[in-house]
């Protein structure tokens, strides 16, 4: 087995008693000896080890400083799913179902995401606007009914005119989603339903406000995949 592990990762229990040699019954009782409940459970195990094994198997091949950039992704996904919340998700998808028009307001590196949410909200015949000029937002915000949502896309919270369109928008109690990575930043404290994803610091760009949004994005995705699980 060891010889041939590709091989057995695919076989089923009777292709390896006949490549073996042996009874099914000799496999059985020699994976439950190394701890197995059976051989399908060894299957499972051997690949899931294989996969773990391909999908990090870059990291056998680059130095120290580039398997610490590469394993800042898997920092940043791990620890902003465990930030995420499913009574947040579940709400949020309850008030876009009820929201006359959602509007969708970001600025700089976080346009993208917010682009590609109007875009999918759109496609699912949801009434979405999605603005970046910042004259635009802050007049907007003061026109919005309490029968719209505002979600806020910003990786740190406190752009200006972010802010003061939720100053507006709260004072006429129009619910306010927000995808951050900063808990205590301006925008979290006006939200009415808080994403917040975790940032990890690290960016090769020190004199640009080009962190990664991967956070961002991995929480949009999310909510709109569990939206169209709710509603489709």
């Not at 346009?111 to 603005?131: H, I, R, S, V």
Request: hydrophobic share 40%; glycine share 4%; aromatic share 6%.
């Amino acid at each position: 087995m060891h010889s041939h592990s590709n091989q057995v990762a695919i076989w089923t229990i009777t292709e390896l008693s006949e490549h073996a040699n042996v009874s099914t019954a000799t496999i059985v009782r020699a994976m439950k000896k190394k701890g197995y409940s059976g051989y399908s459970d060894f299957r499972h195990s051997h690949l899931n080890q294989k996969r773990d094994s391909i999908r990090y198997s870059i990291l056998n091949h680059v130095d120290g400083q580039i398997r610490n950039v590469i394993m800042q992704n898997e920092v940043e996904l791990t620890n902003t799913l465990a930030n995420l919340s499913i009574s947040t998700i579940e709400d949020t998808i309850h008030l876009i179902k009820q929201a006359e028009t959602v509007y969708i307001f970001a600025r700089g590196p976080s346009e993208p995401t917010a682009d590609e949410m109007c875009l999918k909200l759109e496609l699912l015949g949801k009434n979405a606007q999605y603005f970046h000029d910042p004259n635009v937002i802050k007049q907007i915000s003061k026109r919005i009914q309490h029968n719209s949502i505002v979600i806020f896309i910003s990786l740190n919270g406190r752009t200006e005119e972010l802010v003061e369109a939720a100053h507006n928008l709260s004072e006429k109690e129009v619910p306010i989603i927000v995808f951050t990575t900063v808990k205590d930043s301006p925008l979290a404290k006006l939200s009415d339903e808080l994403f917040l994803g975790f940032q990890s610091g690290v960016t090769m760009f020190n004199h640009y406000e080009v962190h990664s949004r991967l956070p961002l994005q991995i929480m949009s995705r999310i909510l709109l995949d569990s939206y169209v699980i709710r509603t489709q």
